[in-house]
Every structure is written in C-alpha cells, then in structure tokens.
C-alpha cells in the first residue's frame, strides 16, 4: 500500500492569506489528486496533478486560486490563495499506487478554518 | 459520464441493529471498479472494498457485507449487528478499469450507530 503523509493536518487563516499544503508518498507514483471537501460534502476533485507537467484543473478551479507543484514523483503540494470564509473545507490528496487495481489511498487530510 | 447516487443522506440506528447503505451508480463502461470507502470523525478515508464489474459474487468480511447487483446498477453495503465505532460516513465511488481518471464519488451516507 501507499503511505502518504500530509500536512498540516488543520489549520486556522486569516482571510486574505494563502496556506500551502503538502503532500509526501512513499513511492514513485504518476498521478497525484487533491480533493476538496467542504463540510458535510462529498469529494469534489480540484486538479490532477503530473509530474513535469501543469496540473490539470476541473471546472470550477483555476491555477491563480489553487497553484498546484509537482516537483517529483513523490511530493505534491496544494496552494490555497487569497483564502475566505468559503475555503474552509477538508483538503485531500489522494495517489493510485502501482498494481494495487485503482485502489486510491488518501492523506489524512488537511482541515482549512478560514476566519 | 458516470455518476454515484447515496440516497440515504443520514441514518441513525441502535447498537446491534442491522443497517444497508444503498449505493446506484451510472456509466457507459462495461467494465469498471466500485468502492466504499470510511471517513471517521478523525477525517481521512480508509478503504473498505474494491468490487470488479466481472464479478458479481457478494462478499462478507466479518460483520461488512456487500451485495453488488449488475442488472439494477447497486452496490449495497451492509453491517451487521453495528458497533458505536461503525458511525462514519461512509463514501461509495466508481472509477473505469484502465486510465488515471480519479474516482468518482457519492455524497456520502452519515451512519450514527447509538449505544
């Protein structure tokens, strides 16, 4: 299985301000995810991001919000810019490990209060 | 485009009871991976079961039962004589065979098992 740590694992902002989250595996993986999850809410995928390559966002999402680096095939990390009071959600990243049949294993998640 | 419906928003049941999460997914696929997933208070996300569209076989793994149904699109889960631990929410999710697309999710089933 995957191991991934993440942190921070919550935190408290000042609106206006930006929070990077970061996001660590334990093995080489292609594709790394991050979610986000506001409260009460289901998963809601934000960007897929590729190792050497720009991070591909969904609708709703845009980089100037949301910059995303992939430096490796191990490390991620998740900006959250300009941040108010509709930021404050659980933020996930999530990796597929190799030959483990789309088993997704997720961080522990990152818990954004924006006040 | 595929799509995962949990109808059941919340369900609260007493200590021992039975209780089924009801999960109806869409897709064009024929083949395709389903899955349910915990979220525990603490917020991260543990895998519970990985089903093969190939096999329709239910499966049991001590008091989890799940009753994949092909012809109606269903992918129910079961506990069995529920535990106070068991309240999470609980997250079923769809994804194609071959590819990197992420997962698709439900909304999520809230179960609060009451002693």
């Known amino acids: 299985s995957a191991v991934i740590s993440q942190k921070p694992s919550r935190d408290i902002c000042q609106r206006g301000t930006s929070l990077t989250i970061q996001c660590q595996v334990d093995?080489?993986?292609?594709?790394m995810f991050w979610y986000r999850q506001q409260p009460g809410q289901s998963l809601t995928l934000i960007a897929t991001?590729?190792?050497?390559?720009?991070?591909?966002?969904e609708s709703g999402f845009v980089i100037d919000k949301f910059p995303i680096s992939r430096p490796n095939l191990t490390f991620s990390t998740l900006t959250v810019s300009n941040m108010s009071p509709e930021d404050s959600s659980i933020y996930l990243c999530?990796?597929?490990?190799?030959?483990?049949?789309?088993?997704?294993?997720f961080g522990q998640g990152t818990r954004l209060t924006v006040v | 485009a595929q799509k995962v419906t949990q109808a059941q928003t919340e369900i609260s049941v007493v200590e021992k009871e039975d209780v089924t999460l009801d999960c109806v997914y869409e897709?064009?696929?024929?083949?395709?991976?389903l899955f349910w997933y915990k979220q525990p208070p603490s917020g991260e996300l543990v895998f519970l079961i990985r089903?093969?569209?190939?096999?329709?076989q239910n499966e049991i793994s001590g008091r989890y039962s799940w009753n994949f149904q092909k012809s109606t699109s269903s992918f129910n889960f079961t506990i069995t004589a529920s535990q106070v631990v068991d309240s999470a929410v609980y997250f079923c999710?769809?994804?194609?065979?071959?590819?990197?697309?992420?997962?698709?999710f439900g909304k999520g089933t809230r179960l609060s098992v009451i002693a």
């Open positions: 093995s080489q993986v292609t594709m």
């Open positions: 999530s990796v597929e490990a190799p030959n483990r049949d789309r088993e997704a294993f």
């Open positions: 999710a769809l994804s194609e065979i071959w590819g990197n697309t992420p997962l698709v």
């Open positions: 089903r093969n569209s190939f096999d329709e």
């Open positions: 897709t064009r696929d024929t083949t395709y991976y």
């Open positions: 991001a590729n190792q050497g390559s720009e991070a591909t966002y």
